[in-house]
């Protein structure tokens, strides 16, 4: 449904894309990571046909963003980490407005003005002014302008960003929400636990190209081809640290408390010899199982040595 292949961007000699490359599936909601000024602001807005890239191509359903950008526009919805409002306006003759731009008969209109406050959990909002309404609001009717003319594709930088606990959890679900109506969404956060639940694939960006990429759940199960695996005993739980760092496979064995933690290289079946050889060295094992990390703890594994090699697209 969206695809960058090979874009490179630059400002001056800063090199906000190099070789960018990444795909989304329809019905995919993607989140994009990676510190300031990795390029994630700048791939979305060379997707949402405001920048052209250097080199490379970029695709909406196929259309090329430079040479079918009008057709492109159709297609997607964006929405700036920043959002302006027009002084004056009420929430609903905001949503009209956007809806006059792109050409929505004016019998549709209210209905569909009705739909979309409903939608963004805004019912009774359509006669109150944009300015006088809460961050989250706004966020929600930006969010909601964006559906105006039913794009396949949604784009959101920083949707969440600045938004109280509460707000948040409404545009996470909202989200949700769009992803069951069969929209692919490619969504930039600062908040990577968020992401976790809402996104079903991830990207790392640093310094204008892609670390990782991939389903949640694969990056945060794998660190470098290995599994983090945890095996919990009734006791010695450092013996049994000590006793797995010298089997093949296992690097960064560790106790902690009545557990031995560590990242285990080999298969299925290598690792249920691991484990019977465990229990015929005499401990008594309680549960063994794999521990995923967090995309808090893979951003900065990737961002801060160099990346890992995990392919998800």
């Known amino acids: 449904m969206i695809r960058f292949d090979g874009v490179s961007k630059a400002f001056g000699a800063t090199r906000a894309l190099d070789g960018f490359s990444l795909a989304a599936g329809r019905g995919l909601v993607y989140g994009l990571i990676g510190p300031n000024g ?39 919805g964006y929405m700036p980490d920043f959002f302006g409002v027009y002084d004056g306006l009420r929430a609903g003759e905001y949503l009209e407005f956007f809806a006059a731009a792109h050409q929505i008969p004016v019998q549709r209109r209210p209905g569909l003005v009705k739909t979309l406050l409903e939608l963004v959990n805004l019912p009774d909002k359509a006669g109150v002014y944009v300015d006088s309404l809460s961050r989250g609001m706004k966020q929600r009717l930006a969010l909601a302008r964006c559906l105006v003319h039913d794009p396949d594709v949604l784009i959101l930088d920083e949707p969440a960003s600045g938004l109280d606990p509460r707000a948040r959890a409404e545009m996470k679900e909202i ?86 933690g560590f990242f285990f290289s080999g298969d299925r079946k290598e690792q249920a010899a691991l484990l019977q050889a465990v229990i015929e060295g005499g401990w008594s094992v309680v549960e063994c199982g794999e521990v995923r990390r967090n995309l808090e703890e893979v951003f900065m594994a990737v961002t801060g040595e160099g990346g890992e090699n995990i392919d998800g697209n």
């Open 175 to 260: 989200i949700r929400q769009l992803k069951r109506l069969d929209k692919t969404v490619l969504i930039s956060s600062h908040i990577l636990p968020e992401l976790a639940e809402i996104c079903d694939r991830v990207a790392i960006m640093e310094a204008g190209k892609l670390v990782v990429s991939g389903p949640v759940a694969e990056i945060t199960a794998v660190s470098q081809g290995a599994r983090r695996l945890c095996i919990e005993v009734l006791d010695r739980a450092t013996e049994l640290a000590g006793f797995l760092s010298t089997r093949p496979g296992v690097s960064e064995a560790h106790a902690d408390g009545t557990a031995a």
């Open 38 to 76: 990795a390029g994630k602001t700048t791939a979305m807005s060379i997707l949402a046909t405001l920048l052209l890239p250097d080199a490379g191509t970029a695709t909406v359903d196929g259309l090329n963003v430079v040479d079918r950008a009008a057709e492109v526009r159709g297609r997607i």
